[in-house]
């Protein structure tokens, strides 16, 4: 059986999460816009700077097969966010998704945090699929602007972590 791990992104990860976030399946699921080495370069800097974010690469075993962002750290109402989470193709639908946002949560249920939300394309059932497993209840129904300049139409799922 695998172990899926976490491990807090360094400066030498920019090379990966240019990879896998200039990977095409993931840019249209994701409704993202191509970018650069140096774009990656400059997000983990602030990132690593930023105390509201915390971003990690998801490991099987040895291998680094995708990625995960928290952020909303810092709020007053203590509810996180989880901004984004994308696996290598060849690595979806195998659990590890739910592996890993499933550590996420333990993490963030340890710290106090009373709630974790995130937002997701309406469109995007593998996401929900995985979010659902983790525990995630569809909070809300918005449109919203992507970074591709479409309008889509997004769902606010939401897991409540006091109980
Ligand atoms: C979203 C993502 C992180 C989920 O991780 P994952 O490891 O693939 O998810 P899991 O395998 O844990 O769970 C996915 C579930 O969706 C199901 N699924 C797969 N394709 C599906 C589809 N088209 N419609 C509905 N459910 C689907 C799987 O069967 C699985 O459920 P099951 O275990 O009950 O069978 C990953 O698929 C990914 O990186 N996708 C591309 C980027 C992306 O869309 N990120 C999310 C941004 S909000």
């Given at each position: 059986?695998?172990?899926?791990?976490?491990?807090?992104?360094t400066?030498?990860?920019?090379?990966?999460?240019?990879?896998?976030?200039?990977?095409?399946?993931?840019l249209?699921?994701?409704?993202?816009?191509p970018?650069?080495?140096?774009?990656?370069?400059?997000?983990?800097?602030?990132?690593?700077?930023?105390?509201?974010?915390?971003?990690?690469?998801?490991f099987?075993?040895?291998?680094?097969?995708?990625?995960l962002?928290?952020?909303?750290l810092?709020?007053a109402n203590?509810?996180?966010?989880?901004?984004?989470?994308?696996?290598?193709?060849?690595?979806q639908?195998?659990?590890?998704?739910?592996?890993?946002?499933?550590?996420?949560?333990?993490?963030?249920?340890?710290?106090?945090?009373?709630?974790?939300?995130l937002?997701?394309?309406?469109?995007?059932?593998?996401?929900?699929?995985?979010y659902?497993?983790?525990?995630?209840?569809?909070?809300?129904?918005?449109?919203?602007?992507?970074?591709?300049?479409?309008?889509?139409?997004?769902f606010?799922?939401t897991?409540?972590?006091l109980?």
């Open positions: 059986m695998a172990t899926i791990r976490l491990r807090t992104v400066e030498n990860d920019a090379r990966f999460l240019c990879s896998i976030m200039n990977t095409s399946s993931i249209e699921a994701l409704n993202e816009v970018t650069t080495l140096s774009d990656w370069q400059n997000a983990i800097r602030e990132w690593n700077n930023d105390d509201d974010e915390e971003d990690y690469i998801i099987q075993d040895e291998i680094p097969v995708g990625w962002g928290i952020n909303g810092s709020s203590s509810t996180a966010f989880l901004k984004l989470a994308a696996l290598l193709p060849q690595y639908g195998l659990g590890i998704g739910t592996a890993a946002i499933c550590q996420v949560i333990e993490m963030l249920r340890q710290r106090d945090y009373s709630c974790v939300s937002y997701t394309d309406q469109d995007n059932r593998k996401a929900q699929a995985c659902r497993k983790c525990g995630f209840q569809i909070t809300e129904s918005l449109m919203d602007e992507s970074s591709n300049g479409k309008i889509v139409p997004r606010r799922m897991l409540e972590l109980s």
